[in-house]
């Protein structure tokens, strides 16, 4: 028994590192996110200044599935899915020295149903002139449009940012070092990010069928280190915003847990077999790496292209490097918003889809089976079905038509429906025993109230 647990904890281990990729963050400017003031006080010998402000997300979503969708929601109804709230303070120690403290609470990204508390943001600036800000600490990097208020809803309309760009790599924190570099172009500004860091995060993978002790049924939460280093540029001009941004990313995982370059096929008779995913289990061997490393380019525009119109475009591409088995996806949205008086009503599609052999090798693993005649089948069969759970992979598609009411310019009422099809998608807690590849449809309503103050 004692030798049986150590190859299935390999298996386990194996089969959760197989699909990790790292959150990316993004990061916060130099002024703060909420820019609503209750609290300003200055000290005239020194130059101090300091700025207090909050931010919040009141709300509540519901599904027509009994599964859920994006951790939370489902026809029991959630008010974890977009929640949270924040408080932060600026503190100007005189014209080139600044810092930043931002706490923020929201559902644990470690635990299903607890709540967290936690810096997002606690980092030094220095501008040692207007062109040019070094910010080392806490940070979340630009790599979307909506980076620098993510988490204040009040400052955009959406009643959720688009899963299929927003939930690929959910945004993070880096302990980094961040340069920026500015030019004013006409009457606008071109900014230049350069950065680099690392931090500790956290991994969430459902598992349909899980492997006793080892790997659990449902949620499970694994620890792990992120290096991200990448270059972005940010056009800011009225009425329009541009963002590019490429980013190298590195994941290591923790001790005893191996990352397959691919698994490998373990032949028993004609048209039976099985696939190693773990250098524990029976077969051949599969090479391993110690890292993950992946490339992830990023792009958006937002443009008025008329008095009261509004079009917002997003695209992303994560890309591995050094194996098969990690996140590898293509994905983007468009959203047309209209505003009428207080009124933004908006229609977005969205579209995830990932590589074919990504789709394919999630595809082979959970479709093959061994007969329960052979010795450990129950356990082969549930490693290969883990596996293909622990790659996210997609081919969805997702319409979702909503509004926002402005009761002043920092308290806003949204509503949206929101309807995904999809052939896979790894956003689906789907039940034990279910298919991962079978077409399926979900609605979504929320409702929200966001502030700051």
């Known amino acids: 028994m004692k030798a049986r647990s150590s190859v299935t904890r390999r298996i386990a281990a194996s089969a959760l590192w197989l699909g990790l990729t790292p959150a ?23 130059g101090l200044r300091l700025n207090l402000s909050g931010f919040g997300t009141l709300g509540w979503a519901r599904s027509n599935r009994t599964w859920a969708y994006q951790r939370s929601i489902d026809d029991g109804g959630s008010a974890r899915a977009d929640s949270v709230l924040g408080a932060q303070a600026d503190l100007q120690f005189d014209s080139r020295w600044s810092a930043a403290l931002q706490l923020r609470l929201a559902p644990s990204n470690r635990d299903e149903t607890a709540w967290r508390l936690r810096p997002s943001w606690a980092f030094v600036a220095w501008r040692p002139d207007n062109d040019w800000l070094l910010r080392a600490g806490r940070l979340r990097l630009p790599a979307y449009l909506n980076s620098e208020q993510l988490d204040v809803a009040a400052t955009y309309n959406a009643a959720r940012l688009p899963a299929e760009v927003y939930a690929v790599l959910p945004p993070d924190n880096l302990d980094s070092l961040d340069i920026t570099r500015s030019w004013s172009i006409g009457d606008g500004e071109l900014s230049l990010d350069v950065y680099g860091g690392r931090s500790k995060q956290t991994l969430r993978a459902w598992v349909r069928d899980g492997i006793g002790e080892e790997l659990s049924t449902g949620a499970n939460f694994i620890r792990m280190t992120t290096e991200a280093q990448g270059v972005v540029a940010t056009w800011l001009a009225p009425d329009t915003k541009a963002r590019l941004g490429l980013h190298r990313v590195v994941v290591t995982p923790p001790a005893g847990m191996a990352v397959v370059e691919e698994p490998s096929g373990v032949p028993l008779g004609p048209g039976v077999g099985f696939w190693q995913t773990a250098p524990g289990m029976p077969g051949p061997g599969v090479e391993t790496v110690a890292h993950l490393k992946s490339w992830y380019l990023a792009g958006g525009v937002e443009f008025s292209p008329a008095p009261g119109w509004r079009v917002t475009m997003e695209l992303n591409r994560v890309r591995p490097v050094n194996t098969q088995r990690s996140i590898d996806t293509r994905g983007g949205y468009l959203s047309l918003t209209r505003q009428i008086g207080r009124w933004s009503p908006y229609l977005t599609f969205g579209r995830l889809k990932s590589s074919g052999s990504s789709l394919a090798w999630a595809r082979t693993l959970d479709e093959t089976t061994v007969p329960s005649a052979v010795p450990g089948s129950t356990l082969l069969n549930a490693s290969m079905r883990a596996s293909a759970d622990a790659v996210p992979v997609y081919d969805q598609r997702a319409w979702s038509f909503g509004g926002a009411y402005a009761l002043s310019p920092t308290h806003r009422l949204k509503a949206e429906w929101l309807h995904t099809r999809a052939e896979v998608s790894s956003m689906f807690d789907l039940a034990p025993g279910e298919k991962l590849f079978r077409p399926r449809s979900i609605d979504v309503l929320s409702v929200n109230y966001s502030f700051t103050f």
């Open 24 to 46: 990316l963050a993004q990061s916060p400017p130099d002024a703060p996110a909420a820019t609503a003031t209750t609290a300003d006080a200055t000290d005239p010998a020194q």
